[in-house]
């Protein structure tokens, strides 16, 4: 397998995405393109004394940052590692795609570049959340604000797709997320959503558990997680903030005293599982379901590890050819 | 002062209702009408031994349960303790009723019986959420699942007099929750809704400081965070899920060897203060903001503490004439 890495986008580009992909090709063998400017990746990979690794550079003299127009940057910046890296998935010369990069800018440009899946109406963002017991698939997370019963219905099936092969979840649970576990509970969206999940799950296509509320999602209550990409983010964006607010909380209660210090001392092993959970680096990164070749976004925020994993969930998406499935699929996609 | 309180609804009546009264009696002082079955009433109240406190009891013999149709419950069981108890607080019979019954009921009562204000276009349910120093608003949390520019305009007005009335929060900074940060971000309603916002602010009506995340919310970054109530609903059970996720982790954690139960036990007394501050025993209850009267929820699963806290809310929101002020900026609140 050969995956394409845009080296030059994320808040840490190009160290950490360098140190990633070396990383990755240490643990997991694969041959790697580095995508970005050759003299920079070269002295990086020398400096990580990785010459004698499958990876091979393409250069690009262009970078898209945060300030770009994410609808138009792809096609206004064409020299740059997210433009090439993009083409060159699409025209075959790797297996997979991972960018760190503007989210915006990188769905646009694969939805432009390496198109849609013919059929799909949206490309969605998913991403796994940790809860009990393990994780759950939340989609959309953020890549489309307004949605229509036929995208979500969509949403289930890639999510499905996505839990059962890389995930490993057998029948995974689809749950609708809604403001009330009755059938006649939400919006007209949610509603309508309701009726066509349930004729899907009638049909034996999708195992649909029904409306999970907010607080059903951190319990475990379904494996995919369906929702819009305003409430996807408002969601996950609420997960981290009540995360990081309450690990925050914790940290001021083990400085209290000499008492509580000395808990944290005895704490600090068993607190590593807990933090490790919580990382969004164990992910790393998730593909645009519904588009035609895989392209990964990783955290724009991601360290080396967190490429690493985003590498490892590539490979796994790649094996089991999720885009086949949801291309085999596409005829009881449609309303 | 005198407090109308439904005593037969909610998942721990009559026993915790009436527990709640007395100790708010004791505390607060004020006169309390219990309503519901007399002699169930009397014999909880000799139990707790109150009979020389202020409360009196009005008869009514049925109850609104959850399995009653929200829509039209309060119109169908006239007889049910939370209809007459409606009735009492819209015929001036009282100051402010409490109830910790089905929502949806005491809405479509409450809208039904004592009606809105004059130009409110909805009643809103707001939510105090625990945040990096201190209390947010968060509304609507649940009674509209679709709303329009308008509402969501009356709902910033509404909960900045009740941040600023009740909670005694000087010029309390509203966010509008969507999914960014930019002023460009969201869906049709978002988009709607910052420019009426941002008129009202640059008018010095409100203050409003632009789009915050779900990440902001948990950090303190608003005071009052608007939404509708869909999203709303979603957010603050995402909220509960995941701090409740997260505690349940902890306590995991803990109970792993002998070296974390030490832990633990170093920890309890600190422990106690992030209890305290996650609990919604602490604020107790909400008013529907826009209704004429003043008619608090309680929470369904309200224990005697509860019920106590939802007396204290409510006495503060009469004293501070909230209904008062809202009829006198109701000019300003129309599109």
Redesign the interface.
């Known amino acids: 397998m050969k995956l394409i890495i845009d080296a030059m986008s994320g808040d840490n580009a190009p160290e950490a995405i360098v140190s990633g992909c070396v990383m990755a090709a240490r643990e997991f063998g694969q041959e790697y393109i580095l995508v970005g400017k050759e003299a920079v990746i070269k002295e990086l990979l020398a400096k990580e004394k990785a010459e004698d690794l499958p990876i091979s550079i393409r250069n690009a003299e262009d970078v898209i940052d945060m300030h770009d127009d994410p609808a138009t940057a792809v096609r206004r910046k064409k020299d740059s590692s997210m433009s090439v890296a993009l083409r060159m998935v699409r025209d075959g010369e790797g297996d997979a795609m991972i960018s760190a990069g503007n989210t915006g800018a990188l769905l646009s440009g694969a939805t432009l570049v390496t198109k849609r899946i013919r059929g799909i109406r949206r490309a969605a963002l998913p991403t796994q959340l940790?809860?009990?017991g393990g994780r759950v698939l939340l989609l959309d997370s953020?890549a489309n604000?307004?949605c229509t019963p036929e995208y979500l219905l969509q949403f289930a099936y890639m999510g499905s797709f996505y839990a059962e092969k890389v995930m490993g979840i057998k029948k995974p649970r689809v749950g609708l997320?809604n403001?009330?576990a009755e059938d006649t509970k939400?919006?007209?969206l949610?509603k309508e959503t309701y009726a066509v999940l349930q004729a899907a799950s009638e049909a034996g296509r999708i195992n649909f558990v029904g409306n999970v509320?907010?607080?059903?999602?951190?319990?475990g209550a379904c494996d995919v997680a369906v929702?819009d990409?305003?409430?996807g983010?408002?969601?996950?964006?609420?997960?981290?903030?009540?995360?990081?607010?309450?690990m925050?909380?914790?940290k001021n209660?083990?400085l209290?005293?000499t008492?509580?210090k000395?808990?944290?001392l005895?704490?600090k092993?068993?607190?590593g599982?807990?933090k490790k959970?919580m990382s969004s680096s164990e992910v790393g990164g998730a593909p645009f379901l519904g588009i035609a070749r895989p392209v990964f976004k990783a955290h724009g925020s991601s360290d080396a590890r967190a490429i690493r994993s985003a590498v490892k969930q590539a490979m796994a998406y790649v094996e089991a050819d999720v885009v086949g499935e949801i291309e085999n699929s596409i005829e009881y996609m449609a309303l």
């Open positions: 940790p809860c009990k953020g604000a307004e997320v403001n009330g939400g919006d007209t949610r509320e907010g607080s059903d999602v951190p319990k929702t990409g305003f409430t983010n408002v969601m996950l964006k609420t997960v981290e903030g009540v995360a990081g607010f309450l925050g909380e914790l209660m083990f209290t005293n008492r509580t000395l808990a944290y005895l704490l092993p068993a607190m599982g807990l959970m």
